[in-house]
T-cell receptor, first 114, second 113 residues
């Protein structure tokens, strides 16, 4: 079983739709969760960063973590064509002065159609 | 203007040649990372460095080498021993101990023929 699973899509939605992107994970030690957005041929951009369980909102984006189910989600409200990109989830356990490395999902490709 | 720069954006080399990819940051971040991205494979960690003059192998270090002589710089050399060097290479930084998020540069697309 892979540490982090992410449906690669592709996911295609009409403009204005609510988008739900998800990752599941197997390592119960993960405590820090991130979502990155990557446009074609560009570097990933950090979108959301959450710690432990709960919700975090930033504009049209909401990140949700459910540690009991080992499941994280990114919701995009009122999706726009400019949201068309690949979305990567990433996570890390807490480390004490050790090597902080991220485990990434493989990404979900999203297209928002005008 | 703070950020991470990678140069060049596109790089072409003949098989058998070593090539060095540049990564520079002025964010004063402690840790730096190199990833390789191939279609359908996600991000794979090549090398990382937490402090100057120290670095560790990642998951796919074979055929690559790095140095960290300055905090701001973490160049990656792709050697002729790397069997499939054509890929998109990404450099990332992390602020320091207790911070887990990473920030990425714009990437270098390496094509070896």
């Amino acid at each position: 079983q892979k540490e982090v699973e992410q449906d690669p899509g592709p996911l295609s939605v009409p403009e204005g739709a609510i988008v739900s992107l998800n990752c599941t994970y197997s390592n119960s030690a993960f405590q820090y969760f991130m979502w990155y957005r990557q446009y074609s041929r560009k570097g990933p951009e950090l979108l959301m960063y959450t710690y432990s369980s709960g919700n975090k909102e930033d504009g049209r984006f909401t990140a949700q973590v459910d540690k009991s189910s080992k499941y994280i989600s990114l919701f995009i409200r009122d999706s726009q064509p400019s949201d068309s990109a690949t979305y990567l989830c990433a996570m890390s356990p807490r480390r004490q002065g050790g090597s902080e490395k991220l485990v990434f999902g493989k990404g979900t490709k999203l297209t928002v159609n005008p | 203007d703070g950020g991470i720069t990678q140069s060049p954006k596109y790089l072409f080399r003949k098989e058998g040649q070593n090539v060095t990819l540049s990564c520079e940051q002025n964010l004063n971040h402690d840790a730096m990372y190199w990833y390789r991205q191939d279609p359908g494979q996600g991000l794979r960690l090549i090398y990382y460095s937490q402090i100057v003059n120290d670095f560790q192998k990642g998951d796919i270090a074979e055929g690559y080498s790095v140095s960290r002589e300055k905090k701001e710089s973490f160049p990656l050399t792709v050697t002729s021993a790397q069997k499939n060097p054509t890929a998109f290479y990404l450099c990332a930084t992390r602020p320091g101990t207790g911070r887990y998020e990473q920030y990425f540069g714009p990437g270098t697309r390496l094509t070896v023929t």
